[in-house]
């Protein structure tokens, strides 16, 4: 262990374990949604690696996992060193303002120093040790009163992931990438993107944020009073009798707003928000094509193959194919295929079109056929 | 009933109902070859299909259905009305020269002036009324001491067919269209094709044969006097108790030969061959490239679809679907696809490469997974 891989005092990671990941449809179902599913062939599930990634610098009882109730039994059992005091269970999913924020209100009641990283659970990230000393760096600057995110150093111009601008220099001791963000970019077009990769002023936004909780619920109380004051009313509730009832009573009424937009954002406006240089093999698997890319193992020619006893035929064929069933999966002369098999549902389509996964999902909905989701 | 859907006198149909339609894997199998399928929506097997478009030519009473020992049961099963007296069972396969032989040997032998015609179990003809007019044509020619095919007229430059050129005039009462056979050439390229069709000189080979049993087997006494032989041997036997000990020491050693080249290339030859217009819609199904064109019901937008209750979901997809399981089947984005959905394999091609489905076949023979096949 690296001096880096020691335990940070005062550090709690939060891993939000929520999202079906429709794209990902019909792997990732309700009942089995894509952090639970091993998308690398690593053997491990997304959030069993994320936890892995994180407890050499949080140890095992400084990680909160914050899931729907219907998936407690499941994350349990891929995470059996999980306290039950590091369980949050969510009625009904809320968004990550409403997630993130009471998982740091609880740990702020804990311990007034806590610093907080809040860290998805289905993301793929390849080199955990340089992941660390990064998740380090963005704790020095968070210390300093920054909410900080980690910029991913893009390595293409791809235009399926949203964008940071990096503003001026911060001076932090033990933070040398630290910079103010400018601004958030949406998913920019293929031009944009490169003039974005080209200038060097831009990161990819990976959705991870670490930040003194007492800072980030001030920023939340400044954007958000009523989902802060909910918030604060059970996290008060949380570690006593009174819990489920308080949930109950006030859970329901928060309002639902990704983190970007009651924190991230109005913090860069006020120049609160800073970014490091995250420079380690990152992807959120949006789809079935970032999968085809992140295969390594289990290829038959220019084919990635995901699935255990997966049995694929393949004659001058190239893209993923996903296996769930014991089937014979045979291919021949199909280019950039994307064929997820599983038991009740078979889906057939290309890495081009792989965004559009979830207008099937929609369709689905819409029929009412909720079995199939 | 039109006058031409009277019988015929002293006609016999056969149906020789072998092979697997290797091309039509996973849908055609050892034990469910071709024949035995619906694959056209009719809701009928193509087998059944062969028997409804003869039967008013020849009643009940005079088709013969030659097939495999293990297709005995679903052969009746299609076939309620084919009498045990019309029923040759194969020991093993031994191609259309021992098979079609036989029946003719048998025919003769239970009526010297019987005229045989063969009709495979597994083509697609979608004007039976056109059918039979035109196979009346080729029994008057028969008659006439002509062997004698249907030659389909090309409605297009197709390369997957062999084609028969027509040589001179004949003159046969009641035959039209009647000539001899010039020569039969192999499949050829498109550019050949194309010369082909606008010649107005040339039919698809669709491998229908109609002859005296006598003429029949005199020919093929005079190209293949040994297989002409055995088959004799076995006739003469076939109606009494040696039945079963002159097939089991005779079948196995039968030289295995299309009939095509042991009767009807040396017959052209000789100027015994003759033709007859056949200008009704045809299709072997020889890949799952005919059956997206043959499919006309069930369509999703550009998409055929095949198989009791299949359930398709397609985002601007074209192609064909045959879905034998209950899975939800869902297409985004794909072109000119073939998707076979079968319990225990899937197929994914395209029509393009619907030719190359028997590789896969041969790939499975070879890894000793006989329960695929």
Same mark, same amino acid.
């Not at 995470?79 to 306290?83: F, I, K, T």
């Given at each position: 262990m690296t001096a880096l891989d020691q335990t940070l005092p005062h550090f709690h990671a939060i891993i939000p374990a929520g999202g079906v990941g429709s794209r990902l449809w019909p792997l990732s179902r309700a009942e089995a949604p894509k952090f639970l599913h091993d998308l690398t062939g690593s053997g491990h599930t997304l959030l069993r690696d994320t936890w892995n990634r994180l407890q050499p610098l949080t140890g095992d009882d400084a990680i909160m996992v914050v899931t729907g109730r219907a998936h407690r039994v499941a994350v349990l059992e891929q %995470?059996?060193? %999980?306290?039950e005091a590091n369980v949050v269970l969510e009625s009904e999913p809320k968004d990550s303002s409403a997630a993130i924020g009471l998982a740091a209100a609880i740990l702020h009641r804990r311990d007034p120093d806590v610093v907080v990283g809040s860290f998805a659970a289905d993301h793929v990230i390849s080199d955990a040790a340089r992941f660390r000393a990064v998740v380090a760096e963005a704790v020095e600057v968070a210390r300093a009163g920054y909410i900080t995110t980690i910029g991913i150093a893009p390595t293409e111009a791809a235009v399926g992931f949203g964008y940071i601008k990096t503003g001026e220099t911060l001076v932090v001791d033990g933070a040398p990438t630290a910079h103010l963000v400018d601004r958030f970019v949406e998913k920019p077009d293929l031009a944009t993107a490169t003039g974005y990769v080209e200038s060097g002023d831009y990161f990819w936004n990976a959705g991870m944020f670490i930040a003194r909780a007492d800072v980030l619920l001030a920023q939340l109380a400044e954007t958000r009073p009523g989902l802060h004051h909910g918030l604060m009313r059970i996290a008060e509730a949380w570690d006593t009798d009174e819990r489920d009832d308080v949930v109950d009573a006030t859970w329901p009424l928060l309002e639902k707003i990704a983190i970007d937009y009651s924190v991230a954002e109005p913090a860069a406006d006020k120049g609160r928000l800073a970014v490091v240089r995250g420079d380690f093999p990152w992807d959120d698997v949006g789809d079935f094509s970032s999968l085809a890319k992140l295969l390594s193992g289990g290829r038959v020619g220019d084919l990635a193959i995901l699935g255990e006893g997966a049995r694929v035929l393949a004659d001058s064929s190239s893209g993923v194919v996903v296996s769930q069933s014991q089937r014979l999966i045979s291919l021949i002369g199909v280019s950039d295929i994307v064929v997820v098999d599983t038991p009740d549902a078979l889906l057939v389509t290309t890495r081009e079109n792989a965004q559009r996964v979830k207008a099937v999902v929609d369709a689905i909905k819409q029929a009412g056929r909720n079995d199939l989701l």
């Open positions: %995470l059996p060193e %999980l306290a």
